[in-house]
């Protein structure tokens, strides 16, 4: 099957194993569309591969939703603690850092937000297998926004 002209992959390496670059394609496709948008056909196009490998590697298109959001997730609280790491004695800084690159990241002309609010929006069902991995991380953005606001002296976080 073809891509549609309104579903093009931006290019995923094939040095990538099937996993990686279907992972890798799936990010690109559901960020740029939308989830619902990008079909299994158009995911296994994009990844140089098949819808065979697709399924040998993820049972649904749910699982892979997930299992993106996950990698999201994961590289969210990797970025959260290199900043806070940055400046780790002075929570005044840290909240400034989040505010900087919060506001970094929303300039960008590129950018359609952020990917797990997106994936909420699109995914209202709570027993979507996506729908863990979204609450998860918004209960755990909340929890370090709170100590955060707390830490640097701010009353009712």
């Not at 098949?50 to 990698?71: C, I, P, Q, W």
């Amino acid at each position: 099957m073809t891509t549609s002209s309104a579903i093009q992959p931006s290019g995923t390496a094939t040095a990538l194993p099937p996993r990686e670059r279907i992972l890798a394609a799936a990010r690109d496709l559901f960020y740029r569309h939308g989830i619902r948008a990008v079909g299994v056909d158009a995911i296994a196009e994009a990844a140089a591969t098949n819808k065979m490998t697709l399924y040998r590697h993820f049972a649904s298109k749910d699982l892979l939703v997930a299992e993106y959001l996950s990698g999201l997730a994961a590289e969210g609280d990797a970025d959260w603690d290199q900043m806070l790491d940055a400046c780790r004695e002075d929570p005044e800084r840290q909240l400034s850092a989040w505010l900087e690159r919060l506001a970094k990241f929303a300039a960008q002309p590129s950018r359609r937000g952020c990917a797990l609010a997106n994936a909420a929006v699109e995914l209202p069902d709570p027993e979507h297998p996506a729908r863990r991995v979204i609450d998860a991380q918004k209960c755990r953005s909340l929890r370090r926004l709170a100590a955060l606001f707390r830490a640097a002296g701010l009353t009712a976080p």
